[in-house]
């Protein structure tokens, strides 16, 4: 079963000298980080700030997320196109969860059960992977959408940064609702705690 992600993305340079993201247990013992060229993510100690493992994962480990419990970390390979689960005790990988298009984020309501994967094509999409790894719905969105969940799992809005719009996904019914167009490039979005006002960040414009 998938558990519910805390996820981190960093952009800073890894080790291998690309972008890479990363991953905090939410005791903030341990980070995960990914290592694009290395087709791996490095388990690191905060306390000792030692790397405790280096994991091979597959091609492209782009995004990275961790369980409530710190029991297991996601990494999303976009050029295998897959989802790979790696174990933080034993420091080994799982099975990989195919995909059919490349993901460009992934992210788990709260309450777990299943997840949120996103593919930055044109149109982009979001799809739901459920807790047997089962896919429900492909729900279109714009290009480029980036996604934000309320924090009772009930609600979702994915911002498009390519396609100028905002969009709201009922996370109950797996369905989707009509696109809204925003000023400029959608970059961020924060959805207040009563659900009723959602404040987007527009790329270049300065709000």
Same mark, same amino acid.
């Given at each position: 079963m998938f558990p519910s992600f805390q996820s981190a993305p960093g952009g800073k340079t890894g080790r291998n000298g690309l972008a890479s993201t990363e991953a905090m247990t939410l005791d903030g013992s341990t980070v995960v980080v990914t290592n694009g060229i290395d087709r791996s993510v490095s388990v690191i100690d905060l306390a000792s700030r030692a790397v405790l493992a280096t994991v091979a994962v597959g091609a492209g480990p782009a995004n990275v997320a961790i369980s409530a419990n710190g029991a297991t970390a996601w990494v999303a390979c976009v050029l295998d196109r897959t989802l790979v689960p790696v174990d933080l005790?034993?420091?080994? &990988?799982? &099975? %990989?969860?195919?995909?059919?298009?490349t993901p460009s984020d992934l992210s788990l309501p709260a309450t777990g059960g299943a &997840?949120?994967?996103? $593919?930055?094509? $044109?149109?982009?999409?979001?799809?739901?992977?459920?807790?047997?790894?089962?896919?429900?719905?492909?729900?279109?969105?714009g290009n480029g959408p980036s996604l934000a969940i309320a924090?009772?799992? $009930?609600? %979702?809005?994915? %911002?498009? $940064?390519?396609?100028?719009?905002?969009?709201?996904?009922?996370?109950?019914?797996?369905?989707?609702?009509?696109?809204?167009?925003?000023?400029? &490039?959608?970059?961020?979005?924060?959805?207040?705690?009563?659900?009723?006002?959602?404040?987007?960040?527009?790329?270049?414009?300065?709000?």
């Open positions: 005790r034993t420091h080994r &990988a799982g &099975a %990989a969860v195919h995909l059919a298009t &997840a949120w994967v996103m $593919s930055a094509s $044109s149109p982009g999409s979001v799809r739901f992977l459920t807790a047997n790894n089962g896919f429900g719905p492909s729900l279109p969105v924090h009772d799992s $009930s609600t %979702a809005w994915v %911002a498009s $940064s390519l396609s100028d719009t905002v969009q709201h996904l009922d996370t109950t019914g797996q369905s989707g609702g009509p696109a809204i167009h925003v000023p400029r &490039a959608p970059v961020g979005l924060v959805l207040t705690p009563d659900r009723r006002t959602l404040l987007v960040l527009g790329f270049g414009d300065g709000v």
